[in-house]
């Protein structure tokens, strides 16, 4: 594996690196303990410059290479948030803080963004500029869209970006990717039906929510199953049903259903929402209730560019000797609206046999950092040849 010499010289220096954010994990925004020490890092680089507070509390950084005869400007982007669960992998740099861990393994996407910055400040073998983005609140936050808002991209000139998400599974060091849609839109729903309540001895008296409510969970299948062409993607989730009283003998006045909608296209995410709708309002008037329905559009399906896709797996077949076709995930990643505003690519490496992301017993596999970091700094120094 033609893995850079240099990344495997500080493949300890980074382990370390990735070590202290796990154990110092922080959530959404509140990633100030995070973004300071990256901000150390970058510093002891001699990086161009440093900008905090973007996205609230994220970080962009430049770094110039020897030369600038091409005008290029490249995006390489890491999450640094972790996740509200608690830790169970028993490991020595396990979370000091009760009940919140790196469970997607964002710490080591900075880490490793962070030893391919040291390693470019160090070489500066490219003509033209880097940006190296630090970002919060990737786990439901929206922190890619609010540095878009912060104007990332005209701000520093970014032309196209880059990112990178570990994938358990998948051999270590490996890398995998798709063009086109590649990670789902995700929305939510609240919905809420009201009746009549009363004693449950006397259902003739009632107009009973809670059968109006079960009703529409399996309604709502429906979606998928008959509605939506089979060889589109989507999924209809109801994860949570909650009655006003959880007395055995009432008959409940209001239920209220909450879940969420994964769709791989503008035409399907349209769809899902009106279907819901729909359904619900025609649920509560057969049983002579109402139903209140409350849609939020969360981050938009995360395409990837071809013209990018292709180059980013061309790299990774440089730097692993090949390079997978990614399936759909309909997992969602923000890194969706910075690609709605640049052309760029998102890949997977692998992360080797491990528990999946999200799982208390998960940790990132610190044998991906050499093959990471080979990639990134292979993304600049082809793309933006030395002059």
């Known amino acids: 594996m033609p893995i850079k010499n240099r990344m495997a010289e500080l493949h300890d220096e980074i382990s370390g690196w990735r070590r202290h954010i796990h154990a110092n994990p922080e959530l959404m925004f509140d990633v100030h303990e995070t973004a300071g020490f990256v901000v150390e890092r970058l510093r002891e680089f001699g990086v161009d410059d440093i900008a905090t507070g973007i996205g609230r509390s994220g970080v962009v950084a430049l770094i110039k290479g020897r030369t600038d005869t091409s005008g290029r400007v490249i995006g390489l982007r890491a999450d640094m948030d972790a996740l509200p669960i608690h830790e169970a992998t028993g490991a020595g740099h396990a979370s000091k803080t009760a009940g919140v861990m790196h469970a997607c393994g964002h710490d080591g996407h900075t880490a490793m963004l962070l030893g391919a910055a040291k390693y470019l400040a160090e070489t500066r073998n490219f003509d033209g500029t880097v940006v190296v983005i630090f970002q919060p609140a990737e786990e439901g936050g929206g922190g890619g869209k609010e540095m878009c808002d912060d104007g990332l991209m005209d701000r520093w000139g970014i032309q196209e970006v880059y990112g990178m998400h570990n994938w358990p599974g998948q051999p270590v060091g490996s890398f995998a990717i798709r063009p086109g849609a590649f990670f789902a839109a995700t929305d939510q729903f609240d919905i809420e039906f009201e009746g009549r309540g009363g004693h449950a001895a006397k259902p003739q008296d009632t107009v009973d929510t809670t059968v109006m409510a079960a009703q529409a969970v399996l309604a709502l299948q429906t979606i998928a199953s008959r509605n939506a062409d089979p060889v589109d993607q989507v999924v209809v989730s109801v994860t949570s049903f909650a009655t006003s009283t959880n007395a055995f003998n009432v008959i409940p006045q209001l239920v209220r259903l909450k879940g969420t909608v994964r769709s791989m296209s503008n035409t399907m995410r349209d769809l899902a929402e009106k279907r819901i709708r729909e359904i619900c309002a025609g649920v ?104």
């Open 284 to 387: 509560a008037a057969t049983f002579g209730g109402s139903a209140r329905v409350k849609y939020h559009r969360g981050y938009p399906v995360m395409a990837n560019h071809p013209d990018q896709t292709e180059f980013a797996a061309q790299v990774a077949r440089k730097v692993a000797g090949d390079c997978a076709d990614a399936p759909l995930v309909m997992g969602g990643e923000d890194f969706a609206f910075m690609l709605e505003e640049r052309p760029g690519a998102y890949i997977l490496v692998g992360n080797g046999d491990t528990a999946h992301v999200h799982h208390p017993e998960y940790d990132f596999n610190d044998e991906a950092i050499p093959a990471g970091c080979s990639w990134w700094a292979e993304i600049v120094e082809r793309r933006m040849p030395a002059a």
